[in-house]
């Protein structure tokens, strides 16, 4: 889009088709569901963070009351070492869903078992009988890297080594990013910073557990009912892991109370899938609070050290980075994505960025909300905050100086579009949140944030009933409000109020593939489907009027929901009820679909201001005022992108402050609820305030961006840069709780 366009329905602020069943509570959530005949489903858990498993025993509970089906690692199909999607290791994945040789973290599943109700289940499990041989857990990065460490996988070598390793190890990858000559740079810098941060593993928080129902028929195809954030990624993994035909599984997703990437994997579902293959009867499963703690994947913690060098004037000039990712217990952290994001908010033409994957003794990693965004980016914007200070220059001023714009090349690679990181600080120069005054033990620190957004498979249908409202159907999960964002799209195509469009969620048979809910993609990507799809229906209606009327196609224009008749002509408009209703005379329904794979996804830039209060006595840190300030490209529903702001703002205060998990010296993790595992809550947080920029993607249609990740990157740092200017302590690990603050404010008075 490279014009400004005006809308009719885009940009305004409907209440959500999906709205009154949720707060009535009568939208069917995963847990909801349930068939005849169903059996429960429930996994025995490892006790152990680390052992051989050197026997399982189901004899007992095979004989229990009300058990119909066991299952065990035995009972799955071998999957080869090198089987890989390019993204999804998928021996790898089979052996996370239930172990096999070895136990590898606290929670590790063993063993499930079917029963008639979940008390007979739950029984059942305690008469399974597993023999191990300990092992020593690896527990801390420094555990996995130390000479002479314990192995996890004998036949781990790591990828990307220079030279290549020959013996097993702990580090399953490294990636390097760079340019330029940076110790050369480094060398006509006249102030440089140096520092070490730590983050540790935090949990997406979803408040929704995984939940499944799955049914085999008769004909052998398995019907599966899920919480997800891809139905398709549902199948695919299960028909991989269970050596089905993909077609052999149909799968219809629930609605679903969050996910901010966790649930972009499979953990309960091939179990009941497999479990009701050989009881014959369905099966539910739903894990429990501590199980999702335990044994679905949290983010990684890091360890991370960066350097970057400045002139006088306020120039970055040269920049180097040491990233060590946790990827739990089995390979595939987001190391690189925490890499690509580093510097990517800069001009720096002059650095180096080495990247380490790292297993370790914990819960495999998985996908949260710009995974590996916000711990590189609170490092790297931690030490731009400190090297303003050095220089004695105004923060933003700082970053306006070396931001990232149209035609810099990016430090991972491209060269930007339009973007907008410039609009965003100079909208938050302007603010009044940024010169308002602060009070006693107050201060003020901000943050850029910044995530690539993604495209990928999107499909979509538009089909027009005969009153002339529309149905609009994808294969996305609705996280965030994407239902309406899309008829909203499909509204402003057609030209009808977004109120006679009705949009829904299929299941994976009644609408092509479309990649999962995440990576901020499905506004821009299954929009554009949409769009494409709606387009085409105009087209008939069109048509349609055209036969009516007697005339050439050409002839005919689409305003306002009415066919017109182009230059004049003398036939009266025709409005969509109209040709809808006449419809079956003049050939038949109008339907139309577009699939594609989605190119050119914009990426997103943010800028967050924080105000913290901190009591020098207890070292308690009180968000006092907050405002996020991002670049939207286009905002489709304003409120669900002002939303996405907030609830990426609040999550990062959470992992800032508070979040970690907490495991003991065994490998348990001792915090697995939410009473110990604390995530913020309506109490300990201001409003947060918030300012859609919009810089049009010029890729996009309505110039749309992605915006739901992007919010978490900037929380991080901007938090930390504020709590060092209402202390004068630099915080470098998290979270950065009470007893942390007093040891630094300790440590410079």
Same mark, same amino acid.
């Given at each position: 889009?490279?014009?400004?366009?005006?809308f009719q329905q885009v940009g305004t602020r409907p209440i959500r088709h999906d709205g009154i069943d949720k707060v009535t509570g009568r939208a069917n959530f995963g847990a909801d569901f349930s068939l005849p005949g169903m059996l429960w489903g429930r996994v025995l858990r490892s006790p152990h963070a680390h052992a051989k498993i050197l026997s399982i025993d189901t004899t007992k509970a095979?004989?229990?009351?009300?058990?119909?089906?066991?299952?065990?690692?035995?009972?799955?199909?071998?999957?080869?070492?090198?089987?890989?999607?390019?993204?999804?290791?998928?021996?790898?994945?089979?052996?996370?869903?239930?172990?096999?040789?070895?136990?590898?973290?606290?929670?590790?599943?063993?063993?499930?078992?079917?029963?008639?109700?979940?008390?007979l289940a739950d029984e059942a499990l305690e008469k399974i009988i597993v023999e191990y041989e300990l092992l020593k857990p690896v527990l801390s990065l420094d555990e996995a890297l130390a000479p002479g460490a314990t192995i996890l996988h004998d036949d781990l070598k790591t990828r990307g080594a220079d030279p290549p390793s020959e013996e097993p190890t702990n580090v399953a990858s490294r990636?390097?990013?760079?340019?330029?000559?940076?110790?050369?740079?480094?060398?006509?810098a006249d102030v440089i910073v140096d520092r070490e941060f730590t983050t540790q593993m935090v949990h997406q928080g979803y408040i929704e557990p995984h939940a499944v129902v799955a049914r085999t028929n008769e004909d052998g195809q398995s019907l599966i009912w899920c919480t997800t954030q891809g139905p398709f990624m549902i199948r695919a993994y299960c028909a991989r892991l269970l050596g089905?035909?993909?077609?052999?599984?149909?799968?219809?997703?629930?609605?679903?109370?969050?996910?901010?990437?966790?649930?972009?994997?499979?953990?309960?579902?091939?179990?009941?899938?497999?479990?009701?293959?050989?009881?014959?009867?369905?099966?539910?499963?739903?894990?429990?609070?501590?199980?999702?703690?335990?044994?679905?994947?949290?983010?990684?913690?890091?360890?991370?050290?960066?350097?970057?060098?400045?002139?006088?004037?306020?120039?970055?000039?040269?920049?180097?980075?040491?990233?060590?990712?946790?990827?739990?217990?089995?390979?595939?952290?987001?190391?690189?994505?925490?890499?690509?994001?580093?510097?990517?908010?800069?001009?720096?033409?002059?650095?180096?960025?080495?990247?380490?994957?790292?297993?370790?003794?914990?819960?495999?990693?998985?996908?949260?909300?710009?995974?590996?965004?916000?711990?590189?980016?609170?490092?790297?914007?931690?030490?731009?905050?400190?090297?303003?200070?050095?220089?004695?220059?105004?923060?933003?001023?700082?970053?306006?100086?070396?931001?990232?714009?149209?035609?810099?090349?990016?430090?991972?690679?491209?060269?930007?579009?339009?973007?907008?990181?410039?609009?965003?600080?100079?909208?938050?120069?302007?603010?009044?949140?940024?010169?308002?005054?602060?009070?006693?033990?107050?201060?003020?620190?901000?943050?850029?944030?910044?995530?690539?957004?993604?495209?990928?498979?999107?499909?979509?249908?538009?089909?027009?009933?005969?009153?002339?409202?529309?149905?609009?159907?994808?294969?996305?999960?609705?996280?965030?409000?994407?239902?309406?964002?899309?008829?909203?799209?499909?509204?402003?195509?057609?030209?009808?109020?977004?109120?006679?469009?009705?949009?829904?969620?299929?299941?994976?048979?009644? +609408?092509? $593939?479309?990649?999962? *809910? =995440?990576?901020? &993609? !499905?506004?821009?990507? #299954?929009?554009?489907?949409?769009?494409?799809? %709606?387009?085409?229906?105009?087209?008939?209606?069109?048509?349609?009027?055209?036969?009516?009327?007697?005339?050439?196609?050409?002839?005919?224009?689409?305003?306002?929901?009415?066919?017109?008749?182009?230059?004049?002509?003398?036939?009266?408009?025709?409005?969509?009820?109209?040709?809808?209703?006449?419809?079956?005379?003049?050939?038949?329904?109008?339907?139309?679909?577009?699939?594609?794979?989605?190119?050119?996804?914009?990426?997103?830039?943010?800028?967050?201001?924080?105000? +913290?209060? $901190?009591?020098?006595? *207890? =070292?308690?840190? &009180? !968000?006092?005022?907050? #405002?996020?300030?991002?670049?939207?490209?286009? %905002?489709?529903?304003?409120?669900?992108?002002?939303?996405?702001?907030?609830?990426?703002?609040?999550?990062?205060?959470?992992?800032?402050?508070?979040?970690?998990?907490?495991?003991?010296?065994?490998?348990?993790?001792?915090?697995?609820?939410?009473?110990?595992?604390?995530?913020?809550?309506?109490?300990?947080?201001?409003?947060?305030?918030?300012?859609?920029?919009?810089?049009?993607?010029?890729?996009?249609?309505?110039?749309?961006?992605?915006?739901?990740?992007?919010?978490? +990157?900037?929380?991080?740092?901007?938090?930390?840069?504020?709590?060092?200017?209402?202390?004068?302590?630099?915080?470098?690990?998290?979270?950065?709780?009470?007893?942390?603050?007093?040891?630094?404010?300790?440590?410079?008075?």
């Amino acid at each position: 889009m490279s014009q400004k366009r005006s809308f009719q329905q885009v940009g305004t602020r409907p209440i959500r088709h999906d709205g009154i069943d949720k707060v009535t509570g009568r939208a069917n959530f995963g847990a909801d569901f349930s068939l005849p005949g169903m059996l429960w489903g429930r996994v025995l858990r490892s006790p152990h963070a680390h052992a051989k498993i050197l026997s399982i025993d189901t004899t007992k509970a095979e004989a229990s009351e009300g058990v119909k089906a066991v299952i065990s690692g035995v009972d799955f199909p071998a999957i080869s070492p090198s089987s890989s999607d390019g993204q999804t290791d998928f021996r790898d994945l089979s052996r996370n869903v239930m172990a096999r040789e070895k136990v590898l973290y606290h929670g590790h599943p063993i063993a499930a078992v079917a029963a008639t109700s979940k008390q007979l289940a739950d029984e059942a499990l305690e008469k399974i009988i597993v023999e191990y041989e300990l092992l020593k857990p690896v527990l801390s990065l420094d555990e996995a890297l130390a000479p002479g460490a314990t192995i996890l996988h004998d036949d781990l070598k790591t990828r990307g080594a220079d030279p290549p390793s020959e013996e097993p190890t702990n580090v399953a990858s490294r990636i390097e990013l760079g340019r330029g000559d940076p110790e050369a740079a480094f060398a006509t810098a006249d102030v440089i910073v140096d520092r070490e941060f730590t983050t540790q593993m935090v949990h997406q928080g979803y408040i929704e557990p995984h939940a499944v129902v799955a049914r085999t028929n008769e004909d052998g195809q398995s019907l599966i009912w899920c919480t997800t954030q891809g139905p398709f990624m549902i199948r695919a993994y299960c028909a991989r892991l269970l050596g089905l035909d993909a077609s052999k599984i149909r799968v219809t997703p629930s609605e679903i109370g969050g996910g901010f990437g966790g649930k972009t994997t499979v953990y309960v579902e091939p179990l009941a899938v497999l479990l009701s293959q050989r009881s014959g009867r369905p099966v539910k499963m739903v894990m429990t609070r501590e199980e999702v703690f335990r044994a679905t994947g949290p983010a990684s913690g890091t360890r991370i050290r960066v350097k970057l060098g400045a002139k006088n004037d306020g120039t970055l000039v040269a920049g180097t980075a040491e990233m060590y990712y946790e990827a739990g217990a089995f390979k595939g952290s987001a190391v690189a994505a925490g890499a690509m994001c580093l510097f990517a908010s800069y001009d720096l033409q002059d650095f180096r960025i080495e990247g380490y994957d790292v297993v370790l003794n914990k819960p495999k990693v998985a996908a949260y909300r710009a995974p590996g965004g916000p711990m590189a980016v609170f490092a790297s914007e931690s030490v731009m905050d400190e090297l303003a200070e050095k220089l004695e220059i105004d923060p933003i001023d700082f970053r306006l100086h070396n931001a990232a714009r149209e035609g810099v090349q990016a430090t991972y690679g491209p060269k930007f579009n339009v973007i907008g990181l410039i609009e965003t600080l100079e909208a938050a120069r302007e603010h009044p949140h940024y010169k308002a005054p602060l009070g006693p033990n107050q201060g003020r620190g901000l943050g850029c944030g910044f995530w690539f957004n993604a495209g990928m498979q999107s499909t979509a249908s538009v089909s027009l009933n005969e009153d002339g409202t529309a149905v609009v159907v994808s294969g996305c999960p609705d996280i965030g409000g994407s239902r309406t964002s899309l008829a909203l799209m499909a509204a402003e195509e057609l030209g009808i109020p977004v109120e006679r469009v009705r949009p829904v969620v299929g299941d994976t048979e009644t +609408v092509g $593939v479309n990649d999962g *809910t =995440g990576g901020s &993609r !499905v506004t821009f990507a #299954t929009g554009m489907a949409v769009i494409e799809a %709606a387009q085409k229906v105009v087209q008939e209606l069109r048509e349609r009027a055209a036969a009516i009327w007697g005339v050439e196609v050409d002839q005919v224009g689409w305003q306002e929901g009415r066919a017109q008749p182009k230059d004049g002509g003398e036939h009266e408009p025709l409005d969509i009820e109209t040709i809808a209703r006449r419809a079956g005379r003049t050939g038949g329904p109008i339907t139309a679909s577009s699939s594609l794979t989605a190119r050119g996804a914009g990426p997103s830039f943010a800028t967050h201001i924080c105000d +913290v209060e $901190v009591d020098p006595e *207890t =070292g308690f840190v &009180r !968000v006092v005022r907050y #405002t996020a300030i991002q670049d939207a490209g286009k %905002a489709i529903h304003p409120g669900y992108v002002e939303g996405q702001f907030q609830g990426g703002a609040a999550q990062g205060i959470g992992w800032a402050l508070n979040e970690a998990f907490v495991f003991d010296d065994e490998g348990k993790l001792e915090n697995p609820g939410f009473l110990d595992y604390r995530i913020p809550v309506a109490s300990d947080l201001p409003m947060i305030d918030t300012l859609i920029i919009e810089v049009p993607n010029p890729r996009h249609p309505y110039g749309v961006r992605g915006v739901g990740e992007t919010p978490i +990157v900037a929380p991080l740092a901007a938090v930390a840069n504020a709590l060092h200017n209402a202390t004068g302590a630099r915080l470098r690990d998290l979270p950065m709780s009470p007893p942390r603050v007093l040891d630094a404010i300790d440590s410079v008075r």
